[in-house]
């Protein structure tokens, strides 16, 4: 069974560091792209970026780049979220996702999902 | 960017009904466009890629259509599993989600 099973919710403080990560199972690591998207409360979903394992060519949001950092581990076949310096606006849930097989265009449909990890960054 | 329009935001329906969700892009993105469903406390699940073929597994009440700006999610006959919100997601330039559609119980 394909699974991708999140890490647990996280209480941070502004200004704190935080990665979250991604433990892919059930199929081969390296063949699938690994992207993630946000929900903040009550709100929609949002394309952040995506990770190609296998070399770790990542492509990101304009909303997100240079705010986030998408990394992977072969070894361990997980992926990663991560912050440097959190805000309060970065209060949301992440999932990561498998993107489908397709050529020729960065994105695609996400088959199969993450729980989600509820980040909470709050003075 | 892309921007992703889905009307109606809210639609109120009963069981058994046939219900239409409208989602719009503000330019072509051909049919590279995905829909989504979404129950409370719960990950996206994925219902239809390249705007009209339905995923492995999801019951084919559930259909879609359209290409270039234009695509419907149809529900042939309403279950009561399907009261959730909706998401359209286009995947032709990056890929940017609408603003969801929820489907609520009349």
């Known amino acids: 069974e394909v699974q991708l099973v999140q890490s647990g919710a996280e209480l941070k403080k502004p200004g704190e560091s935080l990665k979250i990560s991604c433990k892919t199972s059930?199929?081969?690591?390296?063949?699938?792209?690994i992207g993630w998207v946000r929900q903040m409360p009550g709100k929609g979903l949002e394309w952040m970026g995506l990770?190609?394992?296998?070399?770790?060519?990542?492509r990101y949001s304009p909303s997100f780049q240079g705010q986030v950092t998408i990394s992977a581990d072969q070894s361990i076949t997980t992926a990663y979220l991560q912050w440097s310096r959190l805000e309060a606006s970065d209060t949301a849930i992440y999932y990561c996702?498998?993107?489908?097989?397709?050529?020729?265009?960065?994105?695609?449909?996400?088959?199969?999902w993450g729980q989600g990890t509820m980040v909470t960054v709050s003075s | 960017d892309i921007q992703m329009t889905q009307s109606p935001s809210t639609l109120s329906a009963s069981v058994g009904d046939r219900v239409t969700i409208t989602c719009r892009a503000s330019q072509s993105v051909s049919t590279l466009l995905a829909w989504y469903q979404q129950r409370p406390g719960k990950a996206p699940k994925l219902l239809i890629y390249?705007?009209?073929t339905l995923e492995s597994g999801v019951p084919s009440r559930f259909s879609g259509s359209g290409s270039g700006t234009d695509f419907t999610l149809t529900i042939s006959s309403l279950q009561p599993d399907d009261f959730a919100t909706y998401y359209c997601q286009q995947y032709s330039s990056y890929s940017t989600f609408g603003q969801g559609t929820k489907l609520e119980i009349k």
């Open positions: 059930g199929y081969k690591f390296t063949s699938y792209w």
């Open positions: 990770i190609y394992p296998r070399d770790s060519e990542t």
């Open positions: 390249k705007a009209s």
């Open positions: 996702a498998r993107r489908i097989t397709l050529f020729g265009v960065v994105a695609a449909a996400f088959d199969i």
